[in-house]
């Protein structure tokens, strides 16, 4: 059973904080990595991908990736109230056909 | 980032009729489009895999006759429930992979069935 393994949380921060989000994949077959943000009721928005060991940057967002320890993380520096949301770790693999897993997500909560 | 419509956003149907899904991508061509079931407070369960112009593939335990999925051009994908029950509602998402590296997902805005 191939699985992505999330902490669901609540992660709560304070507004102006760093927020760590972290990941685990059981499939060392899995190459890429993406990270969605979820707000209640409605659909998953990408955020960012990572397929390279080490750190990506964008804007606010790093993803780090570790491929020897199958561990993925995302890191949100400056948090505001808005990010509040659930945020969606997700491994590619190539079973039958090309998909994704998703983990079950890590609600996050900025405090004001 | 790409644009996925997913159509209706909320139906309310009773049971034992079928109501059907529409899953477009407007500004790319998805060879392949995926759908997924979320029930409130879990993750996304993948429920099939549709590619263009072939059978879509049905996740273990999911119901190929009661889940009907078409995908008939390059940027349509239909799921159709077929004689909903009260526990076929749930939150129905809908995404397109573009072809290109690294396959990332861009998901519809959702379709919430209530079937009562």
């Known amino acids: 059973q191939k699985e992505v393994e999330q902490n669901s949380g609540p992660l709560s921060v304070p507004e102006g904080a760093i927020a760590s989000l972290n990941c685990t994949y059981s499939?060392?077959?899995?190459?890429?990595f993406f990270w969605y943000r979820q707000y209640s009721g409605k659909s998953p928005e990408l955020i960012m991908f990572i397929y390279s060991n080490g750190d990506k940057e964008d804007g606010r967002f790093t993803a780090q990736l570790n491929k020897a320890s199958q561990y993925v993380s995302l890191l949100i520096r400056d948090s505001q109230p808005s990010d509040s949301a659930t945020y969606l770790c997700a491994g590619a693999i190539m079973d039958s056909s090309y998909k994704l897993i998703f983990g079950s997500g890590t609600r996050l909560l900025v405090r004001p | 980032g790409a644009v996925v419509s997913q159509h209706p956003s909320r139906v309310i149907c009773k049971s034992g009729t079928s109501v059907k899904i529409e899953c477009r991508s407007l500004?790319?061509?998805?060879?392949?489009m995926f759908w997924y079931r979320q029930f409130p407070k879990q993750s996304l369960m993948l429920m099939a895999t549709s590619n263009e112009g072939s059978k879509a593939t049905y996740e273990q335990g999911v119901e190929k006759d009661k889940f009907l999925i078409n995908h008939a051009s390059l940027t349509l994908s239909t799921l159709t429930v077929t004689s909903a029950h009260p526990e076929d509602s749930s939150f129905y998402i809908c995404?397109?992979?573009?072809?290109?590296?690294?396959?990332?997902?861009?998901f519809g805005e959702g379709s919430r069935l209530t079937v009562l």
């Open positions: 995404s397109a992979k573009r072809r290109t590296v690294p396959g990332e997902l861009f």
């Open positions: 499939d060392r077959g899995s190459q890429s």
């Open positions: 500004d790319f061509q998805a060879t392949t």
